[in-house]
């Protein structure tokens, strides 16, 4: 059973547990986010980024491209640590080997601060994550024009003349969409602090209360719910999706704790990635 969301424009579809699967789609954006399980609905998706090489995240890459096959896809492109280029092309060699079918990719290799134009004016930015192997998050954003301040005045009429004219009227300026930050350290949110303003930000919250302390939370390279609290203040996002919540929690208690703890300045901006109710697996 597939969670979904509304998160401002944009809706947030698939699975995720954390150390058991994290895959997700955000179709507004023709994007899927991690492959730790085959989804098929994802499988007509062409841009695919992997935020590091663990198996609950990346393992179920080769599976995904034979559903492709068997649909009559080709190709995708999969945006990835630069560092786990190698290896994933290793392991889907091998993988297609054992199956005798295709699975070749267009990776695109990422690495923190570099863009990439995905085309219709949107672009994704990479940032470094704190976790155990190479990691990465992403940034979604469209690069449009803005009036400068000075000319904001001008009638219409005055503007096109100007601009007819060669003059440098406009500013190029990011707006910030989706940002996706998974098994990472909570100081993330410090080295990449425009994550904080992106319009929508999914973001990992593997522990939830004191079954698991803060220090074990920073023991895994995961991100405890106390640490997000403590930064409520700081989030000016529209919507933060949380997610990745261990399975040590059932979906009943994840939803009970977030909604009893969180101020309400932050909860009316939070969507739970979990079912409503029941069991994660079934």
């Given at each position: 059973?597939?969670?979904?969301?509304?998160?401002?424009?944009?809706?947030?579809?698939?699975?995720?547990?954390?150390?058991?699967?994290?895959?997700?789609?955000?179709p507004?954006?023709?994007?899927?986010?991690?492959?730790?399980?085959?989804?098929?609905?994802?499988?007509?998706?062409?841009?695919?980024?992997?935020?590091?090489?663990?198996?609950?995240h990346?393992?179920?890459?080769?599976?995904?491209?034979?559903?492709?096959?068997?649909?009559?896809?080709?190709?995708?492109?999969?945006?990835?640590?630069?560092e786990?280029?190698?290896?994933?092309?290793?392991?889907?060699?091998?993988?297609?080997?054992?199956?005798?079918?295709?699975?070749?990719i267009?990776?695109?290799?990422?690495?923190?601060?570099?863009?990439?134009?995905?085309?219709?004016?949107?672009?994704v930015?990479?940032?470094?994550?704190?976790?155990?192997?190479?990691s990465?998050?992403?940034?979604?954003?469209?690069?449009?024009?803005?009036l400068?301040?000075?000319?904001?005045?001008?009638?219409?009429?005055?503007?096109?003349?100007?601009?007819?004219?060669?003059?440098?009227?406009?500013?190029?300026?990011?707006?910030?969409?989706?940002?996706?930050?998974?098994?990472?350290?909570?100081?993330?949110?410090?080295?990449?602090?425009?994550?904080?303003?992106?319009?929508?930000?999914?973001l990992?919250?593997?522990?939830?209360?004191g079954?698991?302390?803060?220090?074990?939370?920073?023991?895994?390279?995961?991100i405890?719910?106390?640490?997000?609290?403590a930064?409520?203040?700081?989030?000016?996002n529209?919507?933060?999706?949380?997610?990745?919540?261990?399975?040590?929690?059932?979906?009943?208690?994840?939803?009970?704790?977030?909604?009893?703890?969180?101020?309400?300045?932050?909860?009316?901006?939070?969507r739970?990635?979990?079912?409503?109710?029941?069991?994660?697996?079934?």
């Amino acid at each position: 059973m597939l969670t979904e969301v509304s998160a401002g424009p944009y809706t947030v579809r698939g699975i995720s547990v954390g150390g058991v699967y994290t895959s997700l789609q955000v179709p507004e954006l023709g994007v899927v986010l991690d492959v730790g399980v085959p989804i098929r609905s994802f499988a007509g998706t062409d841009r695919i980024f992997l935020s590091h090489g663990h198996s609950d995240h990346a393992s179920a890459l080769g599976s995904l491209l034979g559903i492709r096959n068997l649909i009559g896809k080709g190709s995708p492109q999969v945006f990835l640590p630069a560092e786990i280029e190698a290896p994933v092309r290793e392991a889907l060699a091998v993988q297609g080997r054992l199956h005798q079918t295709d699975t070749d990719i267009e990776t695109v290799p990422m690495r923190p601060g570099d863009t990439q134009h995905l085309g219709h004016g949107l672009w994704v930015r990479a940032f470094r994550t704190h976790h155990t192997v190479p990691s990465l998050c992403y940034q979604f954003f469209r690069r449009v024009s803005k009036l400068k301040p000075e000319h904001q005045g001008l009638p219409p009429e005055e503007i096109a003349r100007r601009r007819k004219a060669g003059e440098p009227l406009f500013d190029e300026v990011d707006r910030l969409e989706l940002a996706y930050a998974t098994d990472t350290l909570s100081r993330v949110l410090e080295t990449a602090p425009s994550l904080l303003e992106s319009r929508v930000l999914i973001l990992e919250c593997t522990f939830i209360d004191g079954k698991r302390t803060v220090q074990d939370a920073q023991e895994r390279s995961h991100i405890h719910l106390d640490e997000i609290l403590a930064r409520a203040e700081l989030f000016q996002n529209e919507a933060l999706v949380l997610m990745h919540f261990s399975q040590a929690y059932g979906p009943d208690e994840v939803h009970a704790a977030i909604q009893a703890r969180a101020p309400q300045g932050l909860r009316d901006r939070l969507r739970i990635f979990a079912p409503p109710s029941g069991r994660w697996f079934g």
